[in-house]
Each structure stands twice: as structure tokens, then as C-alpha cells.
């Protein structure tokens, strides 16, 4: 008997469902920062055992709009809630529920009873024992959810109780995928998504939201393990060009080399890596360039 099925990862932002689904598939396809908003299109993430597959939609944090790119990324969010076999809801370790979770348990009360829901407590590693069970209370009272697992994305704790518990509600079904595929995003998407988190990791709070990052060429050359890639990283004001090039390119280099180390590992190739910095007006405004920079 092989069991499948499709899993939305869903919850406000900076909760760790990148870190969780990084952590399941054992390799970083999503891009990870304590910057909200760092995951911007539904990214599916594929975990395979020898008679089980579990097919995981990773969708942006939801939360309200504030322009076109986050009318994308709520819509992203809120669509695969209806096209799952089980809904995982990750929260952290906050000890009241805010007006963000109380829109999302809204939202999953009225949507069919049927669907599972799994809760993820994340972030355990941050809370003392006894907090964790006044959590796991507040939790239950609820009665939305099928299982309650507390866990830290980050240590790896709890995870694989998260898939045995997968295990038990998805159904039977086909191999939908090849069983040492990990995700259905181009290796040009993965890269891009590298070279976005290390701007997003070393840039201060007012530089990432303003973030895209275009592939123009990447290439591997023949009868040599080398690839060369070059990047354009998509900024929305003149006045950040110079922070996210740096003084003497301090900033660019040091993106660079961070994202190529990552972008190495991943192709298992060496990497020349070439970025430059363009200025895009109010990107985030046109639909046009929402499309270009892949939000579609």
C-alpha cells in the first residue's frame, strides 16, 4: 500500500515553514531570514519514502496586503487551502493568540471540516516546558485541530513525529513524483532564492522588501565542472543601490561569496558568480514585473 498526498504549509510570517520544510526534505530549496515576507510564491517541497510521498506546498506568510505583490502572496496563501489533503498551521511560541493567528484559525474554521489540520508549535527550543503545556491547552480548546506536535524547525526536533502523524492522514495514491526529486522548481528559481536570502540576511530593514533577484545567464561549460551564473539584484529606490553595493562593493562581494558557497553546494559544481544592482521603480506595483520577477 503506498500513501500520498498534497500538504499546505500555512501561518503568519516568521514562523519557520521554510526552515520546517528545508528540514524535511534535507536540502534548502526556500530562501530563510528573520525578515517577514522572505517566502513570495508557492514553492512545493517533495519528501519520499519507499511506500509514502508527501507533497508540501510552502506558501508565503499571510498577513495584510499592502500593495500588488501582497495581493499575491495572500491569494498564493489562501488558494491551496482547498486543493490539500491535510492542512499544517504552524504558530510559534507566543503565549496569546494575536489579531494575524485569529484571522488564519477564522479562516480555517470555515473552510470543509473534512480537510485535517495539523498544528506545529514551533520554536520550543525558546520556551520553558511548563509554558508549553499551558500552549498545548490553549491550543486544544480550540477544537480545530486533528494533532497538536510541538516542535523546533531549527534543532530538527519533532519533525519526524510530524511525518509519521502525515503518515496516518494522507491518503492512498500514487508516486506523484520521482523519488529523488525534492522540489519541482527549476534549479534557476533555487538560485535565485540563494542569492535573495544572503541580500536579505546582510541588508538593513529598509533595502529586502524592495528585493528581486533575475537569473540573465547561467551556464556550465563544457568539459569543465564549472557554472557561470549572473544576477541582477532588483531594487525599488536609488538611494539603496549604494547600501546594497557597499563601500568599495564591501556589501555586493560579500553576498556574493556567501551565495555561491550555498549555490555550490547545491549544483555540486563550481560556480562563477557574477551580480550587478538595477534600480526598478515601484516594481512591486506592476503587474507586468511581477511577472518577470516570477509572482504570477
Known sequence: MFKSGFITIIGRPNVGKSTLLNQVVGQKISAISNKPQTTRNKITFIYTEEDFQAVFLDTPGIQSPKNKLGDYMLKTSESTLNEVDVITYIVDCSTTIGKLDSYIIKTLKEINIKTPIVLLINKIDEIQKGNLFELIEMYSNLNLFKEIIPISALKNDGVKDYIEVLRKYLPEGPQYYPEDLVTDQPEKFIVAELIREKALRNLSEEVPHGIA????????????????????????????????????????????????????????????????????????????????????
Open 213 to 296: 533577484v533575475s537569473i540573465e545567464k547561467m551556464k556550465y561549460r563544457e568539459n569543465k565542472e564549472i557554472c557561470d551564473i549572473e544576477a541582477n539584484i532588483y531594487i525599488e529606490r536609488e538611494s539603496h543601490k549604494k547600501i546594497v553595493i557597499g563601500k568599495n562593493g564591501d556589501m555586493i562581494k560579500k553576498i556574493g561569496t556567501q551565495a555561491r558557497i550555498e549555490i555550490e553546494n547545491l549544483l555540486d559544481y563550481r560556480v562563477n558568480l557574477k551580480l550587478w544592482v538595477k534600480v526598478e521603480k515601484n516594481w512591486r506595483e506592476k503587474e507586468i514585473k511581477l511577472k518577470n520577477f516570477g509572482y504570477q
